[in-house]
């Protein structure tokens, strides 16, 4: 039985596989791969991409999808060991697991790191919980990584520029108000370094750059395939030449657990937007950014209404990529 908690556990081709299957099923969408089997879907955050893409592929797929709010429509679940449940929480996760290990053929979590520890955070404990007690396959629909979101930026890419090894890669950092989730920024470095591109990483000062337990698979990644890896806070150098432009905001870990005042600090940053006058530095780039995305603050209607921006194309891959992974997992079972 295999999980997919992080593209880290899979090889490139492993990858590819489900790449290439989710390609067929945008051409033949429906089938009965999931026939008879249901698919457990908790979320502990908001979602509306996520959420609508797993409900309408299991659909497609012919299965059923149970979604639960834990703490809203379902019971508060504890995840610390040996702890006296004389608080919020009425269940455990040994139990909730392993009951819905029973029911369910697939579990799926969506779980935000709380940005108040960060070594809590990327412990991933939520999902790891779960991952320990299940006896079914576990899938990751966001927490302190997004593997599904990288699936599905990957497609893009590969549909509309074709093979990536070689090409030149820009996650770049963006403002928005409030310190958000490094999920999506750390999922970026992990699959552009391991698709075999050149990776540039553009953020404002050192108080943004990511933690190193991505920064250094990324480098690991780029050395294998032969390629670079860098980290800049030049804006200029970091748009140049770039084949891909991808944006993102994060907090800065240097403050994490102090938004207060890691505000102040990101404040003096609001020129990081992407912007016609950034794009025209690229070599003709792609732009794209999972969503959702605050218009004229983190990139300009001239950039989101541009034909270089794919990222309803890349939202919709995301249903795709889902399916042939749910598909993957179940004959992996």
């Not at 912007?275 to 603050?297: E, Q, W, Y």
Request: proline share 3%.
């Amino acid at each position: 039985m295999k999980n997919f908690i992080s593209t880290s556990d899979w090889t490139k081709d492993e990858l590819q596989d489900i790449l290439d299957y989710a390609k067929d099923l945008k051409i033949n969408r429906f089938n009965d791969a999931l026939k008879n089997k249901s698919v457990a879907l908790l979320f502990f955050n908001p979602s509306m991409r996520t959420r609508t893409s797993f409900e309408l592929g299991i659909q497609e797929l012919g299965g059923y999808a149970v979604v639960l709010h834990p703490g809203k429509d379902a019971w508060p679940i504890e995840f610390k060991l040996n702890s006296i449940m004389d608080e919020e929480a009425e269940e455990h996760i040994i139990e909730v697991a392993k009951v819905l290990s029973d029911y369910c053929d697939l579990i799926a979590i969506r779980a935000f790191p709380k940005f108040i520890n960060l070594e809590e955070d990327l412990s991933d404990n939520v999902i790891n919980s779960f991952a320990k007690y299940a006896s079914v396959p576990v899938i990751n629909m966001e927490t302190i990584t997004h593997p599904c979101q990288e699936l599905a930026h990957i497609l893009t890419m590969q549909e509309n520029l074709g093979d990536l090894n070689g090409k030149d890669y820009l996650l770049t950092w963006t403002y928005h108000p409030k310190p958000l989730n490094t999920a999506v920024a750390n999922s970026s470095l992990l699959i552009a370094s391991k698709f075999g591109m050149n990776v540039k990483l553009l953020c404002p000062s050192e108080e943004y750059i990511l933690h190193e337990n991505y920064i250094n698979e990324a480098e690991k990644n780029c050395n294998s395939n032969n390629r670079t890896f860098e980290v800049t806070h030049d804006i200029e150098y970091g748009y140049a030449n770039a084949d891909i432009v991808y944006a993102k905001s994060w907090g800065s870990l240097s403050y994490y657990g102090n938004p207060k005042e890691e505000k102040i600090i990101r404040d003096g940053f609001k020129h990081f937007i992407v912007d016609g006058v950034k794009m025209s530095k690229t070599n003709n780039a792609l732009f794209s950014h999972c969503l959702p995305l605050r218009r004229n603050i983190k990139a300009t209607d001239e950039v989101m209404d541009s034909d270089y921006c794919v990222a309803i194309q890349e939202a919709g891959n995301r249903m795709h990529v889902q399916k042939s992974l749910l598909t993957t997992l179940l004959k992996e079972k």
